[in-house]
């Protein structure tokens, strides 16, 4: 076994081998680009080297840079995780050259793998099942044209250079083929340089099922079942499991004999994933083989009770896979949901930021997260959003069900936008209780799986305020503490005011709405006026964030996250933002009503469509953005006029950067 390896990673993988190494007591290396100086994954290694600029191709791309750490640093192996570097041919070669040995496959494997039409050519011949079509050399029009009336319909053209989804088109029937397989090789030619096409029988209905298999130096080759990865959006898994929903015994047995003489055709060592279409009749074919350990290899872990990344070390050390076929077992049912800084209401569009508060479900036998960031860290742009790994464990499939709706609703993200919303309501679905996945749920169901923005309800606007008072209370009494007067009534807050009622108006802006909140001091508590009728709260702060709440006698805890006017109500596993109105706020009063006036990514400001001090409507555009490759608006949040800008046309913001300084105007004047 080693006693030093390289990742050649960043994020949660890194973090996550790392944390088998230091297990299995080898010493870690880690790598970084300039964005990654104080990335979890730099603090867990043993030790850790600089590799250049915080774009990847700057950096984690480069072998020869990697390579020259690894051989610097006494390294004997490089882990290379997924992505990046993991399924290039030449670099697991160029470790070889170098003395290091590769933690994954063979370059010739890699290679083999990495056509996926001679992929398909050679696992045909090795008696791998694959969809009834046509995959040979042959191009002419007519020729095609007959081929695909014998396959029968509808049946799909796909680019033989392409995969991940890119350049497919699906032919209703015999007489759109000709018009189609056109679009195609252009789309090919354009594409990827070379309008080869392959035909295919058309599932309709397939579902991802993909085996993991291993195989050692030695000649043994097994798998670990199945993992179910049918929820997709745009060729991007969103939530894996293990087992298969509906899985019987028998065509585990096949689809795991199949990918292990998948495995076997091209003299595979280390961990591979074997996907292939599942039919609903039953029939599976191969699709397409993964050299390297796949993002969603916890749910397997979580089911064999197996350790991956140490098979993955033990088998690149020369030893044998430490078990028979027979050996191993399924226990229970794990789900896995890959928590992403995007925003599914906007298209999935990345949300970069900082991570201002991250909490997340405790870890223990049925919860286990995988991350790379903590509090405080940054998503940037350089890199893939996801924020963590949410995996669940249970006895059986209902029960991880239930695991992970809990666990999704305890996470909690204040400072970018999370699909963590969407992926409860994927857990929640019926018909994902029901196991009805295929890849296509997220399309049949989206109705319910984007549901519309509510107006905050009186319980989150109850919260907020109560969130406010709590502020107001602890800052009055600060004033009382450190004035000569202890006992003087300006510093009290009973609401207690000369010639005043003893009332408080807290102003919000709730996405474009102004709402105001009237709060009547009474004794131990408040009356609040509140959209829906009135409602006496009382709360107290338990711990930094969070809020014991009385609401109209129903105990509530939920968490408050301030982040200068913007309030983040976290409760019952949703999360709320308000932008608090404070006209009292000294020497900040510009800073009032400017919830949405700061920039939601860097960018370039494109056009400025209001005028200093004119009057403009709530929902007026003020200045438009670009920003990753959108346009994006900034509105008036509410009636008022900009008092200014602070960037011209052309000027380059940075995320969170203040736009522009906007003065609200009010129906009431506070009080
Ligand atoms: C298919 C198919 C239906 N029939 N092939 C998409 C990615 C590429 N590697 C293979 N893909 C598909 N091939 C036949 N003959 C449907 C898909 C497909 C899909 C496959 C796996 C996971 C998600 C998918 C989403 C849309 C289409």
């Not at 291993?214 to 894996?240: M, P, T, Y």
């Not at 350790?307 to 430490?322: C, I, K, M, N």
């Not at 229970?332 to 970069?352: K, N, V």
């Not at 405080?376 to 006895?395: C, F, N, Q, T």
């Amino acid at each position: 076994m080693f006693d030093k390896i390289l990742i050649a990673n960043r994020g949660e993988i890194a973090c996550r081998i790392i944390r088998s190494a230091k297990r299995l007591g080898i010493r870690t290396v880690a790598v970084y680009s300039d964005a990654d100086a104080g990335a979890l994954h730099v603090k867990l290694a043993d030790e850790a080297h600089h590799i250049g600029p915080a774009p990847a191709r700057e950096s984690y791309l480069i072998a020869e840079r990697i390579l020259d750490v690894a051989v610097r640093s006494g390294a004997q192996a490089v882990h290379p995780g997924y992505g990046f570097l993991s399924e290039n041919a030449a670099f697991a070669e160029a470790c070889a050259q170098a003395g290091i040995i590769f933690i994954g496959p063979p370059g010739a494997a890699i290679r083999a793998m990495g056509s996926k039409s001679a992929a398909k050519e050679i696992m045909g011949a090795a008696g791998v099942p694959l969809v009834p079509g046509y995959h040979g050399q042959e191009q002419g029009a007519e020729f095609l044209q007959s081929e695909a009336d014998r396959i029968g319909y509808p049946l799909l053209i796909k680019a033989s250079a392409g995969g991940g989804g890119k350049g497919m088109r699906v032919v209703a029937g015999s007489a759109d083929f000709a018009d189609a397989l056109a679009g195609a090789r252009r789309e090919a030619m354009s594409g990827f340089g070379d309008d080869h096409v392959l035909l295919e029988r058309y599932l309709t209905k397939p579902r991802h099922i993909e085996i993991q298999v291993f195989a050692d130096s030695h000649g043994n080759a097994l798998h670990l079942f199945e993992r179910d990865c049918s929820i997709q959006r745009r060729h991007q898994k969103v939530i894996e499991e293990a087992p298969a929903s509906g899985m019987t015994a028998s065509l585990r047995e096949q689809m795991g004999a199949a990918a292990v003489a998948a495995a076997r055709a091209i003299n595979y060592v280390g961990a591979g994933t074997v996907e292939f279409l599942l039919d609903e009749d039953g029939s599976f074919y191969f699709m397409e083989m993964n050299t390297r350990l796949q993002v969603e290899h916890p749910v397997t872990e979580m089911i064999t009770g197996l350790d991956l990344v140490e098979w993955q070390l033990l088998v690149a050390a020369g030893e044998p896979v430490p078990c028979l076929q027979e050996q191993l077992g399924i226990c229970g049912h794990a789900i896995e949901a890959r928590i992403y800084a995007e925003d599914p209401t906007r298209e999935f569009l990345p949300s970069i930021g900082k991570l201002r508060h991250l909490r997340t479900p405790a870890e223990n036998t049925h919860v286990r997260i995988d991350s790379g960031v903590r509090q405080g860290d940054e998503v940037s742009m350089h890199y893939d959003p996801m924020i963590a790994k949410l995996v669940v464990w249970d006895r059986d499939r209902s029960s991880a069900i239930r695991r992970l709706r809990q666990a999704l609703a305890e996470f909690q993200v204040v400072g970018v936008t999370t699909n963590t919303i969407f992926l409860g309501s994927i857990a929640a679905h019926p018909a994902f209780a029901a196991g009805e996945v295929d890849t296509g749920f997220i399309e049949r169901h989206r109705t319910a799986l984007f549901p519309e923005e509510a107006p905050a309800s009186d319980r989150i606007l109850a919260l907020a305020s109560l969130e406010v008072m709590l502020e107001l209370e602890t800052e009055a009494g600060q004033r009382a503490c450190s004035s000569s007067d202890l006992y003087s009534p300006w510093h009290q807050m009973s609401g207690w005011r000369l010639n005043f009622d003893n009332h408080h108006d807290i102003y919000f802006i709730d996405g474009d709405h102004p709402v105001t909140v009237v709060v009547h001091y009474r004794p131990g508590g408040y009356l609040l006026d509140l959209p829906g009728g009135t409602l006496f709260v009382r709360g107290e702060r338990h711990e930094s964030d969070d809020i014991l709440a009385d609401l109209g006698g129903m105990r509530v805890k939920a968490t408050v996250v301030r982040s200068g006017n913007i309030l983040t109500v976290l409760d019952q596993g949703k999360s709320h933002l308000l932008t608090w109105h404070d006209p009292g706020a000294a020497g900040d009063e510009d800073e009032a009503a400017v919830g949405r006036l700061t920039a939601p990514m860097p960018g370039k400001v494109v056009a400025i469509m209001a005028e200093i001090g004119a009057r403009v409507e709530r929902g007026a555009p003020l200045m438009i953005l670009e920003a990753m490759k959108m346009e994006h608006t900034i509105n008036a949040p509410c009636n008022g006029a900009v008092a200014e800008f602070h960037f011209a046309v052309g000027g380059v913001v940075n995320e969170g950067a203040e736009l522009l300084e906007f003065t609200a105007e009010l129906e009431q004047s506070a009080s």
